[in-house]
T-cell receptor, first 115, second 116 residues
Framework: DVKVTQSSRYLVKRTGEKVFLECVQD?????MFWYRQDPGLGLRLIYF???????EKGDIPEGYSVSREKKERFSLILESASTNQTSMYLC??????????????FGSGTRLTVV | AQSVTQPDIHITVSEGASLELRCNYS??????LFWYVQSPGQGLQLLLK??????LVQGIKGFEAEFKRSQSSFNLRKPSVHWSDAAEYFC??????????????FGTGTRLQVTL
């Protein structure tokens, strides 16, 4: 089974802290994605990556950055956490080619609370 | 740009009753279409997907969905709901023409409650 692992299920951070959310997949997928999920808003794409060291902005990249130094790992960085970044963060991966052919495999999510 | 509408925020059905969750999309051609389910505290699991061909698609857990081009819809159905189906359901669309990392656009979700 494809597995996407997010290192933390729950995180509590203080305003202004630098926060790292880690995601690792074990199926050699080329593409990785970070979404945030908020009630009534569904899932919104923050950033995605289609190759090592490559990244592209999604729909809501402000306040976030990403890092992909290795194929299996995709990190989401909150440079200076703010309370409006309190949310559920979901990582996903998919193989190359027509990624839509396969759908995504999601991690279990990290619920981040910024106080 | 593609978009997805799930008009029902919350649906309650009795166990054993039939279920239909609505999904409408906006896209210039036929997109890739997906339904995902999210149980409480979990990530999203793929239920089924449509790319082309037969407009009635079978998925896991006894779910099916029908693509209707004329209505720009991809509604999810189940003939008899089980209490374990209580979860949040997301419809998503993908652009077949973007090549590699095809981004999926998700709807806002429908929360299903099942009464015993």
């Amino acid at each position: 089974d494809v597995k996407v692992t997010q290192s933390s299920r729950y995180l509590v951070k203080r305003t202004g802290e630098k926060v790292f959310l880690e995601c690792v997949q074990d199926m050699d997928h080329e593409n990785m994605f970070w979404y945030r999920q908020d009630p009534g808003l569904g899932l919104r794409l923050i950033y995605f990556s289609y190759d090592v060291k490559m990244k592209e902005k999604g729909d809501i990249p402000e306040g976030y950055s990403v890092s992909r130094e290795k194929k299996e790992r995709f990190s989401l960085i909150l440079e200076s956490a703010s309370t409006n970044q309190t949310s559920m963060y979901l990582c996903a991966s998919s193989p190359n080619g027509r990624a839509g052919n396969y759908g995504y495999t999601f991690g279990s999510g990290t619920r981040l609370t910024v106080v | 740009a593609q978009s997805v509408t799930q008009p029902d925020i919350h649906i309650t059905v009795s166990e054993g009753a039939s279920l239909e969750l609505r999904c409408n999309y906006s896209y210039g051609a036929t997109p890739y279409l997906f339904w995902y389910v999210q149980s409480p505290g979990q990530g999203l699991q793929l239920l089924l997907k449509y790319f082309s061909g037969d407009t009635l698609v079978q998925g896991i857990k006894g779910f099916e969905a029908e693509f209707k081009r004329s209505q720009s819809s991809f509604n999810l159905r189940k003939p008899s709901v089980h209490w374990s189906d209580a979860a949040e359901y997301f419809c998503a669309v993908g652009d077949p023409n973007t090549g590699t990392a095809s981004k999926l656009t998700f709807g806002t979700g429908t929360r299903l409650q099942v009464t015993l």
